[in-house]
Nanobody, 129 residues
Framework: QLQLVDSGGGSVQPGGSLRLSCAAS????????VAWFRQAPGKEREGVSC??????????DYADSVKGRFAISRDNVKNTVYLQMNSLKPEDTAVYYC????????????????????WGKGTPVTVSS
């Protein structure tokens, strides 16, 4: 059964850190571009970060709002992609989703990340004092 399981969300104070995980079964994540999206209450879903497949993963992409604070990475042994989130802000509060599809991250000048085929169910992140 093909599925992505995203996890690691929780509640944290501003300035804190969380690491989200996107674990796959039934597909090899290294063959796909993998992206993280988020959707805050009352807002549209937005791309956060994306890492292209295989050897193309050297230059991941980030939304401007998270550059320098978030880092996406792969562990091909565990078939998992991570999103390390540091210096969290209240505006980072959202449900975070991982997705996989294609081989390259589609940006078109912004974190659009079109072409995702497989989606996790989301993990909530709350940043509040």
């Amino acid at each position: 059964q093909l599925q992505l399981v995203d996890s690691g969300g929780g509640s944290v104070q501003p300035g804190g850190s969380l690491r989200l995980s996107c674990a796959a079964s039934g597909l090899t994540l290294d063959y796909y571009a993998v992206a993280w999206f988020r959707q805050a209450p009352g807002k549209e879903r937005e791309g956060v970060s994306c890492i292209s497949s295989g050897s193309r993963s050297d230059l991941p992409d980030y939304a401007d709002s998270v550059k320098g604070r978030f880092a996406i990475s792969r562990d091909n042994v565990k078939n998992t992609v991570y999103l390390q989130m540091n210096s969290l802000k209240p505006e980072d509060t959202a449900v975070y989703y991982c997705a996989a599809g294609g081989i390259l991250c589609v940006t078109n000048g912004g974190p659009i990340y079109n072409g995702m085929e497989y989606w996790g169910k989301g993990t909530p992140v709350t940043v509040s004092s």
